[in-house]
């Protein structure tokens, strides 16, 4: 059947698997605007989840990219979904296991800011429906990539968190952006991870606040829906608060915005009032100013 739709299917601009995966990875990750720096890292960093990308030594890959790149910008990115996919996509990723080993390369790019959006979600059915791909194989391929990238997904969460404590009173200290690294050994998930590693996640965790949590809702629903999903475990989750009773008090203040969070945190994550008050106790000295004013 493979052979047949080639032979009646026009060729894409994106003649090889590679640059067709590319281009599909690229168009994913432009739904919502320009793709920026960290994103092209991150398409290069999950390459091996296609493998025909994981194939391909530096300076090929980064040659297919420019191509994609191209290639996408004059087509004016995905106007249709199903069509993009139908013209652009399918001609070029004519097997069933390439063509699954795409839908897994990019659910694991747009798991990268931890939530699927309504224009990804689209992408990725047009990808489906025009694939024939299975259902059991697509849900196994999730599975496999949120297991694969747990550690990744928690470190993001956890970062983000940080970047909300300490942008709630709208005004973050150096100090503060400072101890989000520092005291990252707080914190299992990042505790573990080297500077270059942990400025990665930084790079990541701000692209997902900036784009999504300026809004005071959207934060709160990150606590609730997303941090203590991937944050299960009851230690784990008074790490998260006390790492978040950490950053916000580095400065020596804490506003009431930063205390709302913190409350928010308590209720997303279930850490009752006595854990919370004993963990917020170790940071209680520090706290000279309350608002700006002398507590």
Do not use: C, W
């Amino acid at each position: 059947m493979a052979f047949l739709n080639r032979l009646t299917s026009s060729p894409s601009p994106l003649s090889t698997p590679q640059e067709a995966a590319l281009g599909a990875a690229i168009a994913l990750l432009t739904l919502d605007g320009d793709l920026i720096d960290v994103e092209s890292r991150v398409i290069s960093l999950f390459r091996d989840q296609f493998p025909p990308l994981g194939d391909l030594d530096e300076r090929t890959f980064q040659a297919a990219m420019e191509k994609a790149g191209r290639v996408i910008s004059e087509a004016g990115g995905v106007k249709d979904p199903k069509s993009f996919v139908t013209t652009m996509i399918a001609p070029s990723v004519a097997t069933p296991d390439q063509r699954l080993a795409l839908y897994n390369y990019l659910y694991a790019l747009a798991m990268a800011d931890l939530n699927l959006d309504a224009n990804e979600s689209a992408l990725l059915e047009a990808l489906k429906a025009v694939f024939n791909l299975l259902s059991a194989d697509v849900q196994s391929v999730e599975r496999e990539v949120l297991a694969q990238f747990h550690s990744l997904h928690q470190s993001l969460a956890a970062v983000v968190l940080g970047l909300i404590v300490i942008s709630a009173d709208g005004h973050p200290d150096k100090s503060e952006i400072d101890n989000l690294q520092t005291g990252r050994v707080l914190l299992e998930p990042i505790g573990a991870l080297t500077d270059a590693q942990f400025g990665l996640v930084y790079d990541l965790g701000l692209n997902i606040h900036d784009r999504f949590l300026l809004d005071v809702d959207n934060r709160k629903a990150f606590l609730t829906d997303i941090l203590a999903q991937v944050l299960p475990d009851t230690n784990v989750r008074k790490q998260a608060f006390e790492y978040a009773a950490h950053v916000a008090t580095s400065d020596g203040d804490i506003a009431t915005p930063e205390m709302d969070v913190l409350k928010e945190l308590l209720a997303a994550i279930n850490i009752g009032d006595a854990d919370g008050e004993a963990i917020f106790n170790k940071y209680f000295a520090r706290i000279k100013t309350v608002d700006g004013k002398p507590r």
